[in-house]
């Protein structure tokens, strides 16, 4: 966990006073893409970081069609639950951007620590969408390989996936993995809420002292439950990781292109040995925390209508109809695979089977114990006693 | 056989060395655990011997310790995290339960947690508050954490071993009041051969009742029947030393000998592991009792202050007390 050659570093840069003043209801954002639609070609952040993206027109095709695969899976996943086939669903909708643009700058040695929304990261590693509806179904508790996909569990305790992030990274320093171009980093994935927890300045502390090849990434959706962002800070989000000595930089969460900038960006930092940074995506949660919330309760239909009109797939498209990387029959081409891939899931998911009941003794313990052999055991026993009755 | 005179707390410490030597992946984080040792030594030396990336002083941060070992072992190490006093282990409660104890299951067996976290507990040191608590109740009731504590320093020196080496995520619990005490190591047991960690023993046998303890109150449980076999009465004292889970086919076959069993800890009584090995035992032996299961703990109360602190931990007295109830009933 040697310190990254300082001669080497981009930090003297990154520290450079910052001209414009942002606050909580201002944001200062590293932008690509508007609203409108309009292509932005270099932004240099406030940290002195020029940030662009040189995409071919088959890779902003593959940007938007994961936004729209994604956006409807989660719909699908929505309805899902109002049937009464999920006990719950967090939604990810509006958060397409951020977590497309993220997921596709990580690369496949990188190693993700998600919350328990990041379905959209969870597709760009290549998992199987169904897995997170297994666990919202109470099928399992979180089924995919985090080994192989480089995708750790859904995480519900808040902020707690933030530490074992950072001591994972310490443990790709300490295997000296770190420092070229091909080396590792991790990300970790947590909500504006989640930055009032002892464990996420926990982890800030850590990474930062370690110099741990680590990306926080925030999603300011500006809402944790109910409770809107002034519950949570007085200070823009991205400016807590100076007082712990690392680099933080917000921006636009709605924005695939420049969340995919930085991120790669903070990602490669990180593999090169120059340590953690604060992403802090400005982005806005659609629907409900989950879907056991009424959001009428605590905010305001101007307030949602003001986010529609950053709507992260819109500005996509528009940018694609307008430079002709994209036609319709493109687009009708993705909506029919979305379509088709949110019946399958639906079909999937129904068809799912319960867990036998003896398999919630699996998995306690790696070496097993005598405790649960003989609880296993006398609930056999008691199953079998119904057995050949009415029962 | 290369036996030594060692007090428990150089005996962990050789422990830790082996560990260290005998596997790359082993990793010793806490607070205060490199330059300096630890505050009760145990490390002592290490850092100098290993580095500063094995034996890690880590912020003072408990969650964190904790938290980022549960990384670490996700990445393919073997933590040992020191805790440096037992009240101290509450800010990282969350990520013992909730964390360490579960991914195992979460995962449905995919991701291991091979981590130690040691924890000198109890009292008997005249501390202030927050430096002699109990908490083993809290941890043997979760599944998911095999909760072990040794009482002598052979046990000490091969248990840490196994702990280490096992996969299970293990809370291994050193009776600090203990530390200063000797007995003979055989620095060359083989682990594997030696006494599993997860079998209680008959650590002195007797026909008239049973002791049961576990950590610090096994000495005060062989003294008590030293002090007994003076007035006659042969007693059998069983030293746990797995708390979680439990190994009671030793106590079962013992009581249904004596007839009689006595619980000591030093933790408090209510919702205690007493009150597990007293419902077990008389679930499973209840035609072979002569008596109750009879319980000497801690009170309900804080921990005290150390000025009292002698009338609040189980003594002698106090289990010979226990054991003349159990004859009298
Ligand atoms: C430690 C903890 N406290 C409370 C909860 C209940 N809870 C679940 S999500 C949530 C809000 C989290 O907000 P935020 O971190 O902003 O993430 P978001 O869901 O908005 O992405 C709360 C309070 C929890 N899961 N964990």
Redesign the pocket.
Known sequence: MAKGDPGASTRGRRAAPRSKKATTGDPELVQLLTPAGERIDSVIGPDGTEYRVDFTAEEYRGLYRDLVLVRKLDAEATALQRQGELGLW?SLLGQEAAQVGSGRALRTQDMAFP?Y?EHGVLYCRGIDPIMPLRLFRGVDQGGWNPDEFKFNMYT????AQTLHATGYAMGVAMDGKTGTDDGEAVIAY?????TS?GDVNESFVWASVFNAPLVFFC?N?Q???SEPLERQTRVPLYRRAAGFGFPGIRVDGNDVLATYAVTRHALDNARHGQGPTLIEAYTY?MGA?TTSDDPTRYRIASEVEAWQAKDPIARVKTFLEREQIADASFFAEVDEQARREAVDLRERVLALPNPEPSTMFDHVYPNGSPLLDEQRAQFSRYLESFEGSAH | MATETLTLGKALNVGLRKALEGDPKVVIMGEDVGKLGGVFRITDGLQKDFGDQRVIDTPLAESGIIGTAVGLAIRGYRPICEIQFDGFVYPAYDQIVSQVAKMHYRSGGKLNIPMVIRIPFGGGIGAVEHHSESPEAYFAHTAGLKVVSCANPQDAYVMIQQAIASDDPIVFLEPKRRYWEKGQVDLDAPLADAYPLHAARVVRPGTAATLLAYGPMVRTCLDAATAAAEDGRDLEVIDLRTLSPLDLGVVYESVRRTGRAVVVHEAPSNVGLGAEIAARITEECFYSLESPVLRVTGFDTPYPAARVEEEYLPDLDRVLDAVDRAFGW
């Open positions: 967090a919350t929304r519900i305790v808040i902020g947590f909500g504006d809420g989640a927890q999603q959706n809402y944790a439950i949660r925390h």
